[in-house]
């Protein structure tokens, strides 16, 4: 759409990002409906200055902007996502982290969407690349969970109070980022993407949560350390800071996810061994069944999310994991009272 050329000011925090830069910012600029890139550098240590200053010479409409310090009383993200949005000048602005890929027209879609909706904040969840098996077990499961904690009906009712959204893209209208206050008015949020939602909806304007795969992707962690801290850090809040609710969910993790039917089968096995072979087959064949049920109920789950069902028989091995990091989340944050992230350490407040 013609009028739509030069709308975008899209705003890419950007710490330690040498490998994934130039892709998102390439992705970004094949965009016609943005009017300026606005990379923030935060205190990079690696090579990401020298790719962003490369990358200038090619794209005129990248403008680099670096945080030399983090100031007292704000996270790196939304500082960073602050900086940004005072220098940008468009009508809607994107934020997007630097690890993501945009598809050629997505902008153009996702704007149009909003317009038609009458949304004032779009977020979508991308799709995830998923190359390594520890990737392929546990972020499918977790973005299930997200699903279910976090379902895009209910954030998009207005008559809801659920809002959410993904820090990884939120295109939102300059104005109504403005009368909430940005990212200004929760300077220590660690869910910086949540917490905008949660205002913008309060004050009573219009939210689209959508999956996203066929528009952005993104492989969120290139490690399983930088996974693990990564969850560490976003999962207990995304339980809303409850005890209780991350322990009601390890429980139906384990009941949900397998435990029920490999138990049976297991103790099938042992009566078996036994020489009990009425009641070790009984019990082979529940297990079997449970075991066949859970699958059947995740696949639909994982379709639901967005992703392949292909995933459903790696929930037996992403469960245990999935578990253990809803349990250092809780650790981190009732017991340890820090987080660690790109290098900093936060002081978190027990919820």
């Known amino acids: ?57 090619q794209i005129p409409l990248l403008r680099i902007l670096r945080v030399e310090q983090l100031p007292t009383g704000w996270l790196g993200k939304p500082h960073a996502a602050f900086v940004g949005s005072q220098a940008a000048t468009g009508e809607w602005l994107l934020f997007t982290d630097a690890d993501t890929e945009h598809y050629p027209g997505s902008l153009r879609h ?3 969407r909003a317009e038609e909706s009458g949304a004032d904040l779009l977020s979508v969840s991308p799709g995830q690349r998923m190359l390594r098996w520890w990737e392929k077990a546990v972020m499918p499961l977790i973005f299930v969970e997200l699903a279910r904690l976090y379902p895009f009906d209910k954030v ?34 660690v869910l910086e993407d949540v917490d905008l939602a949660r205002r913008v909806k309060a004050a009573g304007k219009r939210l689209l949560f959508l999956p996203g ?20 850090k976003n999962l207990f809040l995304l339980y809303s800071g409850s005890t209780r609710r991350v322990l009601l969910a390890l429980l139906r993790l384990l ?39 859970e699958q059947a109920a995740y696949r639909r ?18 469960t245990p994991f999935v578990c253990a990091l809803l349990l250092n989340s809780l650790r981190a944050y009732r017991y340890a009272g820090a987080v660690s992230w ?10």
């Not at 207005?158 to 893209?169: E, K, L």
């Not at 790109?342 to 919820?351: H, L, S």
């Open 110 to 112: 996702l704007l149009k």
């Open 213 to 232: 795969g066929g528009w952005v992707e993104t492989r969120m962690y290139a490690s399983f350390g930088g996974m693990w801290r990564g969850w560490t």
């Open 301 to 318: 789950a994982l379709r639901g999310a967005g992703f392949s069902a292909r995933s459903a028989l790696r929930s037996l091995v992403g």
């Open 342 to 351: 790109k290098g900093r350490v936060y002081a978190v407040r027990e919820r």
């Open 156 to 189: 998009n009712d207005p008559n809801a109070p659920d809002a959410a959204a993904n820090g990884q893209y939120i295109l939102i209208r300059r104005s109504a980022y403005e009368a909430v206050g940005g990212h200004a008015a929760s300077p220590q949020a």
């Open 255 to 293: 009941l949900a996810y397998g435990l029920p039917g490999v138990a049976g089968m297991i103790c099938g096995g042992f009566f078996l061994l036994s020489g009990w072979a009425p009641a070790g087959f009984a019990l082979m064949a529940v297990g079997a069944g449970t075991l066949v049920a």
């Open 1 to 57: 759409m013609a009028n739509d050329v030069g709308r975008v000011s899209v705003i890419v925090p950007a710490r330690n990002e040498e490998g994934n830069i130039a892709r998102c910012v390439r992705s970004i600029a094949a965009q016609p409906e943005v009017r300026e890139i606005i990379v923030v550098n935060d205190e990079s240590d690696d090579g990401t200055d020298e790719v962003l200053r490369e990358l200038q010479q």
